[in-house]
């Protein structure tokens, strides 16, 4: 099945930066304060924060378009469509992983 994925290399990037990203909030939790802001979208306050573990979130969302991607990409037969899918699991993939350490390193006691 792995060698009918187009670009697989960008699905597999894609896994690896998330699993990173999945990870960092996880063993940096003791650096971390007990509530972190996430919600930046939220008015100021209370509503842009969660806990430490919440910081999670991000890649798992991100974990789950990699993998509606990469079945639409089993689906799908256009091959533009198919590199547009890799591309875009790959992005969201990098964009999270900034959020993720860029968070980190705004609130945690290095």
Do not use: C, H
Not at 73 to 90: C, G
């Amino acid at each position: 099945m792995w060698k009918k994925i187009v670009f697989n290399n960008y699905f597999l990037a894609a896994f690896i930066l998330n699993a990173i990203s999945l990870l960092v909030p996880i063993v940096l939790r003791s650096f971390l304060p007990p509530v972190v802001p996430l919600f930046y979208g939220r008015p100021v306050g209370e509503g842009q924060l969660t806990t430490s573990l919440g910081l999670v979130i991000a890649p798992a969302v991100s974990i789950l378009i990699t993998i509606i991607n990469l079945f639409l990409n089993l689906w799908t037969k256009d091959v533009f469509l198919k590199r547009v899918l890799a591309a875009s699991a790959l992005v969201i993939s990098v964009v999270t992983v900034i959020t993720v350490i860029k968070i980190v390193l705004l609130v945690g006691f290095f």
